[in-house]
């Protein structure tokens, strides 16, 4: 990696001097960074005065790094030069579309020991060492400051350049396909970099998940920020990426469960992207204990608005104390409220005082954790300057986090905006992405339980020699993990089904063994009272499923939740916790987290689900026994960690959760590969 991100030596592979071409901005690039720069081309004895050999071979040095500006028909063969004369690392600008070469570039780069950044990339610019390897012209110079940026889209590399938007980078890659070297290499290498504040990822596939997750940890351990947008998540989208790149990407649900389990902020659209980077870049951190969030108005109806979009963005205002609530009404014109979020116009009179002072108390509250004023900063033609002198004064007498948050970015003056932002201030540029990223900071870090839970190896390898015997365990795989399981008897027969009911006691249901998703095709029948009910019940159900069957006892009625785990192509297993029953797919409720998950996020994710008040008690109904819910989420959790590399999914749906305890009724086991029915 420091052989590449960190180059003395490179030679541009398609050098060209024929202007606003490829091979010429590549190297019109490396000639503004630090490293020795040879080019190779053999239509050129020179370019602008450099010399220019024909073959890699023919260089008087084997160069750190070699880029690579040539068509997908040489790309091996160059590549393959490249390793042979020692050249430590690449960039392959090309996207390496045809078949069979993408496989053949890893080998080749793999065998040689290459870093290798791309292929289908735009390349990288390292501020830090200051070497530049681009095959498009980007500013220059680069502006500083302590963000570590890869992103597997060239087109917003360029974009998240040339923001303006007042940051500045330590590293900027351009990923690509990361045939070879990945994100989590370039994670690694920014945090080796005691002057990287920020990594910010725009990603659309996990490449190595397990790796990933690694050096988010580390990041997060480091407390240096992480800012995520994924993309991809749509069914559409995945499709898209597959047929972009080559490669899998994760569901919108198994991001956000991965993020929430690694400490990383997950954001959803490039313009929340870049206010939330541009907010936690701007370097003031919340206080401990505060989590909410203030915004100081001069609309009314604007004020609502902010207030609408952080309830459905799940970001919270935070409750004022007396004291705070007091002197604010004291400085507010007659009419007006002290509240928060707090519209402070009135008179007029004295804006740089009244909002400075308004701004100051929110910011002094002990709940407050970031505060903003939410104006929309447009040019004002009297040339009143009140809005940022007052922010900016603040600033210099906190260092609490403070903001301004506007609502139509094409209205910005943009003087202002600079104004703020070359004094610390973050100016969000909407409404919708600047709340969400003051949410975001409000709540950073998070305070998710990452220790690793203890893994039983006996048990573990205790069912994976069953299940190579084609024993799925069903019932004892579930009551092994500790969750508690319905009495059940198999039957192949109706003799065997009426001894085992009488052997249980009546009331019995009765499921068919056939299929998995047993009511779909009248496989369950419930609350049979005797042998005629339950002989009638087997005899219509084997007609059509077959004769086997189970006999099981009736439990207590309760709320019904499908718990359980599946495995994602990228992620790996996924606990899922969900509305259960028959309706599971049709409800859509649920919930979705990274094993392993202790008892404190089982009971979050549990309270993450729209029926989660069913469980609490509804309508005068007793509360059901969450404690014995949470534990069944536990043992999920452990099995998936134990065994999530062999299943493709076990889930016990429904498991029903009564004031007694929560017991399963049903359960299903996939081994890796099988289609579910």
């Known amino acids: 990696m420091a052989a590449m991100l960190e180059a003395r030596s490179v030679a541009v592979v398609g050098a060209s001097p024929r202007q606003d071409s490829f091979g010429a901005r590549m190297v019109t690039e490396a000639r503004r960074g630090s490293a020795r720069v040879h080019l190779v081309n053999p239509r050129y004895d020179s370019i602008d005065g450099i010399a220019c050999v024909p073959r890699l071979d023919a260089l008087p040095e084997s160069p750190d790094l070699v880029l690579l500006g040539v068509p997908d028909a040489t790309l091996l063969g160059q590549l393959t030069e490249a390793a042979s004369i020692g050249a430590r690392s690449a960039v392959l600008f090309g996207s390496a579309h045809q078949p069979g070469l993408r496989d053949s570039v890893t080998a080749v780069a793999a065998d040689a020991g290459m870093a290798l950044c791309g292929a289908g990339c735009m390349g990288f610019i390292n501020n830090a060492s200051g070497v530049r390897a681009l095959g498009y012209l980007e500013p220059h110079p680069l502006p500083q400051g302590g963000i570590a940026l890869v992103t597997h889209s060239g087109s917003a590399f360029s974009t998240l350049l040339r923001t303006h938007r007042g940051f500045g980078f330590r590293l900027a890659v351009s990923s690509g396909q990361e045939l070879v070297t990945d994100t989590a290499d370039y994670i690694d290498y920014a945090l080796d970099d005691p002057e990287t504040a920020l990594i ?23 407390e240096v920020p992480v800012v995520i947008l994924t993309v991809g998540g749509s069914p559409r989208g995945r499709a898209m990426v597959a047929a972009h790149s080559g490669a899998l990407a994760g569901d919108t649900e198994a991001w956000a469960a991965f993020c929430a389990a690694t400490g990383a902020v997950r954001v959803t659209d490039l313009a929340e992207f870049t206010d939330t980077v541009e907010l936690f870049a701007a370097g003031r951190r919340r206080r401990p204990g505060r989590h909410g969030i ?13 207030a609408d979009i952080a309830h459905a963005a799940g970001v919270e205002f935070a409750d004022l104390s007396p004291a705070t609530t007091a002197a604010i009404g004291a400085l507010l014109d007659d009419g007006l409220s002290a509240t928060n979020p707090l519209d402070v116009w009135g008179t007029g009179q004295d804006t740089f005082g009244l909002f400075g002072a308004c701004l100051q108390q929110m910011a002094d509250d002990p709940a407050v954790a970031v505060t903003a004023l939410a104006v929309d900063l447009v040019p004002e033609f009297d040339g009143d300057t009140a809005y940022p002198d007052a922010v900016i004064d603040v600033a210099r007498r906190t260092d609490a986090p403070l903001a301004v948050l506007t609502s139509v970015p094409s209205a910005i003056d943009g003087a202002a905006a600079r104004r703020l932002r070359e004094n610390g201030v973050a100016v969000l540029e909407g409404v919708r992405s600047g709340v969400a990223a003051l949410g975001h900071l409000a709540t950073w870090p998070s305070s998710t339980d990452r220790t690793p839970r203890a893994i039983d190896e006996v048990r573990r390898e205790r069912w994976r020699r069953r299940f190579a015997a084609g024993d799925l ?7 092994d993990y500790g969750v508690p399981v319905v009495e059940s008897r198999s ?8 001894r085992a009911a009488e052997r249980m006691g009546y009331p019995v249901a009765l499921k068919t063994t056939a299929v998995a998703h047993k009511s779909d095709v009248g496989g369950v029948v419930l609350n049979l009272t005797g042998p005629a009910a339950l002989s009638a019940a087997y005899s219509t159900m084997t007609e059509t499923l077959g004769p086997g069957a189970t006999v099981d006892a009736m439990v207590t009625p309760g709320v019904e939740i499908s718990v359980g785990f599946v495995r994602d192509a990228a992620f790996g297993p996924l606990v899922v916790v969900a509305a259960g029953g028959v309706h599971v797919e049709v409800l859509g409720d649920r919930v979705v987290a990274c094993p392993p998950v202790s008892p404190t996020l089982a009971d979050e994710l549990l309270n993450r689900l729209r029926i989660a008040p069913l469980l609490h008690g509804w309508r005068g109904q007793p509360p059901a026994d969450i404690a014995a819910l949470v534990r069944v989420v536990v043992g999920f959790s452990a099995l998936a960690a134990e065994l999530g590399d062999v299943l493709d999914a076990v889930e016990a749906n429904p498991v029903i959760v009564s004031p007694t305890g929560a017991v399963a009724v049903d359960a299903l086991t996939l081994p890796r590969a099988q289609k579910m029915l």
Request: aromatic share 2%.
């Open 200 to 222: 910010a990822l725009l990603l659309e596939t996990p490449r190595d998940a397990a790796r990933l997750r690694s050096s988010l940890l580390r990041a997060a351990e480091r």
């Open 294 to 306: 203030a915004t100081v108005h001069d609309s009314g109806a604007e004020r609502a608005l902010c």
């Open 473 to 479: 365990g069903g019932f004892e795989l579930l009551r």
């Open 491 to 498: 039957a192949t027969g109706l003799d065997e089904a009426l």
